[in-house]
């Protein structure tokens, strides 16, 4: 009994140093880590390292935890900084701990560079309709990446001045936070905050432009099928060509999701909302498609229904101070009956409520047209005749013309360096302002080699979002820029 006394006693007295000992190794945050978001634990045993009360500002001090690195350190901070992606904060790490690897051993007291007093914010940077736009596209996930931050800062080094990026595809997957009861329950984001890549854009002279994929929606579909489009024949959802992709764009709650979005997105800092796939489907077998309008609406035709969607969306989007722009069919210059009773894109109506239409002009998806046997290879006809044809429809909408052209090498022999430079002059030359250049991949070589040339051939002038600096890092002055608040007509 008298041995067991002992024990017990030896037994408390380790438990209370090993109490002490952990409440001295507490590693306490420099003022700048009083963040309300949780990063990883400050606790850790006794360091020689640096006192993390020293950290300077801007950083917050860190110890190590056994088996951490610091990329995964990076990942754990990410959220509190002004950093994009992890791994470039992980290379901040390293520069700002003189280190030249990713090993830290426990107890290494780590400073963590670009601590955040707050949340970014970030708001749009005013242009008006006619600032020459000159883009390159970005899947969510490439906008998101390493990758992408290389080519969007290639791209403004060549004279580009503007970015497309994907907030919803027609995947329908969200690519950024968005609290809705019909969104995705994605628990990581590609651009998991809006606001800082908004604001990265912008202190890269880039014009920020969100796309959004609108009635063709697979992941709302699939999760919610009572918002399809159905079938008369089972009233089930309609499949086009045996896919299950299309949304009703009549009705209500697919309207109100979509354009809740754009609003969330216009109040995050990026400088205009563009519209994509804001249509009926084209293709499968259009008489058995039912929709709400039908008996909401009976007197309705498609276009009506698109045309009263872009009357609202407008009104709420344009208080938010970004313009709005609107993807449509590159055939739909033709006209044909065809086309229009079943996309529901009458132009001249759509223009009317939206600052840009951006018809996709690809050459090569213009097959079975004007007799050409390799419309691919007949860039100057298919985008001459296209934007002469736009041009016509919409001279008494105000709206201004920007163009997708084809950066990509299907259906053609003849992509080139030449073939970019002679769409952009071509485009130009027909009244079009600015341009998009589309690469699903987002492999833009032949884009990038073609820009000097057509900077020195002046194809395009050269406008700069007002306030920020030329590539060569010259004050702009004088850059072409109409205020938003001109009147619109």
């Known amino acids: 009994m008298r041995r067991l006394g002992i024990i017990s006693t030896i037994m408390a007295v380790t438990l209370l140093l090993v109490c002490g000992l952990g409440w001295l190794g507490k590693a306490t945050p420099s003022a700048a880590a009083q963040n309300p978001q949780q990063g990883p634990p400050q606790t850790a045993v006794l360091s020689s390292r640096p ?14 935890q056994r088996g ?7 990942r754990h901070f990410l959220s509190q900084t002004s950093y994009l992606t992890s791994a470039e904060l992980a290379e901040g790490i390293r520069k700002t701990n003189g280190k030249s690897g990713n090993a830290v051993k426990r107890g290494d007291t780590l400073f963590i560079p ?9 708001k749009a940077i005013p242009v008006g309709r006619d600032f020459e736009v000159r883009a390159v596209y970005l899947t969510g996930v490439m906008a998101g990446s390493d990758h992408g931050l290389r080519i969007i800062r290639r791209w403004r080094e060549l004279g580009g001045n503007a970015v497309v990026f994907d ?12 609290d809705y009861p019909l969104g995705t329950d994605r628990k990581h984001h590609p651009i998991p905050d809006l606001p800082k890549f908004a604001r990265f854009l912008h202190s890269q002279g880039m014009h920020a432009i969100a796309r959004i994929a609108i009635f063709r929606d697979e992941h709302l579909v699939v999760t919610h099928p009572e918002l399809a489009v159905h079938s008369y024949r089972n009233n089930q959802p309609w499949r086009e060509n045996g896919k299950l992709v299309w949304t009703d764009p009549s009705h209500p709650k697919v309207q109100d999701y979509n354009i809740a979005l754009a609003k969330y997105v216009g109040r995050s800092g990026v400088d205009e909302v563009q519209f994509d796939y804001v249509r009926f489907p084209a293709e499968g077998d259009q008489k058995d498609a039912s929709f709400i309008y039908q008996k909401e609406h009976p007197e309705w035709h498609r276009t009506d229904v698109i045309t009263n969607f872009l009357k609202h969306a407008y009104d709420e989007l344009h208080p938010e101070g970004v313009l709005l722009s609107l993807d449509v069919f590159g055939v739909m210059a ?6 229009l009773a079943h996309t529901g894109q009458d132009i001249p109506g759509m223009a009317k409520y939206c600052d840009v239409l951006s018809p996709m002009i690809y050459p090569s998806h213009f097959f079975g047209m004007d007799g050409y046997a390799h419309p691919g290879d007949a860039p100057e006809h298919f985008i001459g005749e296209s934007m002469d044809r736009f041009q016509l429809i919409t001279k008494d909408t105000g709206v201004v013309l920007r163009p997708w052209l084809q950066a990509f090498a299907w259906r053609t022999k003849t992509y080139s360096p030449k073939y970019i430079a002679v769409q952009v002059a071509t485009a130009k030359a027909k009244g079009g302002i600015g341009f998009l250049f589309w690469n699903a991949n987002n492999n833009y070589g032949k884009a990038y080699a073609a820009m000097p040339g057509m900077r020195a051939s002046k194809l395009f002038r050269g406008d700069e979002l007002p306030g920020r600096t030329t590539v060569a890092g010259d004050k702009i002055t004088g850059a072409h820029v109409t205020p938003v608040s001109a009147p619109i007509p």
């Open 51 to 64: 006192d993390p009360q020293s950290a300077p500002p801007g950083t917050v001090a860190y110890v190590a």
């Open 68 to 74: 951490e690195s610091v990329p995964l350190i990076a």
């Open 114 to 122: 670009g601590i955040l007093d707050s949340p970014i914010t970030e």
């Open 167 to 178: 907030i919803k595809d027609s995947d329908g997957i969200l690519n950024i936070p968005f």
């Open 334 to 339: 033709w006209q044909r009956p065809v086309d």
